[in-house]
């Protein structure tokens, strides 16, 4: 039913600036053959970066967060997709959940990097400062479980009823390459699995 595929990177996303330019290059491959798909980031800054670097007829089949209210861009997709157009839906995290996007609607969800939470968060910064003080380790017991959920609710993007089919891709060798990657993994549906293959 779903395809989760990693493939292989030169550049994770420790280097914000080389990550963005290789997502940027590999998008217009990945979105080639999709009648509806949705593109998800997790910082303003990248999703910029990486929308002002990919071809124009590429960009003016995008309904990007920011450009019309939520509802609206979501109504434009379905219109576009009904009218036999491709159509590609860039967000943030609030396109990862509530979103209903079933069939051709999103036959390919397209995640940037691991949804971990942004480090400066005060409440983020508390909960750790807690969990070390009771002798636990913050990134494993907190982060990545909360990461792990974001992941859950974003893939769960593409599959909206039994019948539903599509692909998964995630732009982070992070998920191979880290040893909190396999929990990460070990928290998804059953996809079938593509990792580190070359496009």
């Not at 079933?102 to 508390?126: E, G, M, N, S, T």
Request: aromatic share 6%; net charge neutral; with cysteine.
């Amino acid at each position: 039913i779903a395809t989760l595929t990693v493939p292989r990177m030169r550049t994770d996303p420790g280097d914000g600036a080389a990550h963005s330019e290789e997502v940027a290059t590999l998008l217009p491959t990945l979105l080639a053959d999709a009648p509806g798909a949705l593109v998800l980031f997790t910082s303003w800054r990248q999703l910029r970066d990486v929308v002002r670097r990919l071809p124009a007829p590429l960009q003016a089949r995008m309904k990007i967060q920011g450009d019309a209210s939520k509802q609206a861009l979501l109504t434009a997709h379905r219109e576009a997709v009904d009218a036999g157009k491709q159509s590609v839906l860039v967000g943030l995290a609030s396109f990862a959940e509530g979103v209903d996007l079933p069939d051709d609607y999103c036959r390919h969800v397209v995640i940037a990097k691991l949804p971990f939470a942004v480090p400066d968060d005060p409440v983020d910064q508390a909960m750790a400062e807690w969990a070390e003080a009771q002798g636990r380790n913050a990134f494993f017991d907190i982060a990545v479980p909360d990461a792990a959920l974001r992941l859950v609710q974003a893939c769960g993007r593409l599959i909206r009823h039994e019948r539903d089919y599509g692909r998964i891709t995630l732009l982070d060798r992070r998920v191979i390459t880290r040893r909190y990657g396999q929990r990460l993994l070990d928290s998804l549906p059953p996809f079938r699995r593509e990792l580190d293959v070359s496009l």
